[in-house]
């Protein structure tokens, strides 16, 4: 099956500054999201990005599907932005997630 | 649209209990999947019910199963409890089956002592 991988597995940022995260996938697909778990147990849908570049707000992805990565980048961290950030691929119908990184941003 | 709701929200049971989780998806998508997290994990496939019928199942033995009514809302099953079952369970919709994008509820968390 597909092996997904992200890094860096944590990160501490302090309030405003940016990062970038990173997942690794074993082979081709044809469905790729992120997501942000909150405190709360909460899987928050990021993008839905099976290729090229979206924004929204503070973050934007990209995904080179011919290279097997995708970034997710965080502009001018916030407190609320702390949480998991898992991204996700479809397997014959099923979401494999990749390991996660935990960000953790103080004021 | 309604989103996925999930309930209850959290639950304890007794090793050997049997519990029933439940899940109503999000209008208009007609796949739920579940998935297990444990602790400082990712989540884990558990099955994916389409047209009520299960189409696809992860590395999970026949105690936990599953039902999907003609309204597309779902239920996990999980008999003989285990104290490894304590995890947070995931319900995610999705349309169309195998490519569209998917949306969690909030999960339900189980503890079994």
């Known amino acids: 099956g597909i092996q997904v991988e992200q890094s860096p597995p944590d990160l501490i940022l302090q309030e405003g500054a940016n990062s970038t995260l990173r997942c690794n996938f074993s082979d081709s697909v044809n469905n790729l999201q992120w997501f942000h778990q909150n405190p709360w147990g909460q899987l928050i849908n990021l993008f839905y990005i099976p290729s090229g570049t979206k924004q929204n707000g503070r973050l934007s992805a990209t995904t080179v599907a011919t290279e097997r990565y995708s970034l997710l980048y965080i502009s001018s961290s916030q407190t609320t932005d702390s949480g998991v950030y898992f991204c996700a691929v479809v397997d014959t119908d099923k979401l494999i997630f990749g390991t996660g990184t935990r960000l953790q941003v103080f004021p | 649209e309604t989103g996925v709701t999930q309930s209850p929200t959290h639950l304890i049971k007794t090793r050997g209990q049997q519990v029933t989780l439940r899940c109503s998806s999000q209008?208009?998508?007609?796949?739920v999947s579940w998935y297990q997290q444990a602790l400082g994990q990712g989540p884990q496939f558990i099955f994916q019910?389409?047209?009520?019928?299960?189409?696809g199942r992860g590395n999970f033995p026949p105690r936990f199963s599953g039902l999907q009514f003609p309204n597309y809302s779902s239920e996990l099953n999980v008999n003989a409890l285990e104290l490894d079952d304590s995890a947070l369970y995931l319900c995610?919709?999705?349309?169309?089956?195998?490519?569209?994008?998917?949306?969690f509820g909030s999960g339900t968390r189980l503890t079994v002592v």
């Open positions: 995610a919709s999705s349309f169309p089956i195998g490519s569209g994008s998917y949306t």
């Open positions: 019910y389409y047209r009520e019928e299960e189409n």
């Open positions: 209008s208009g998508h007609n796949t």
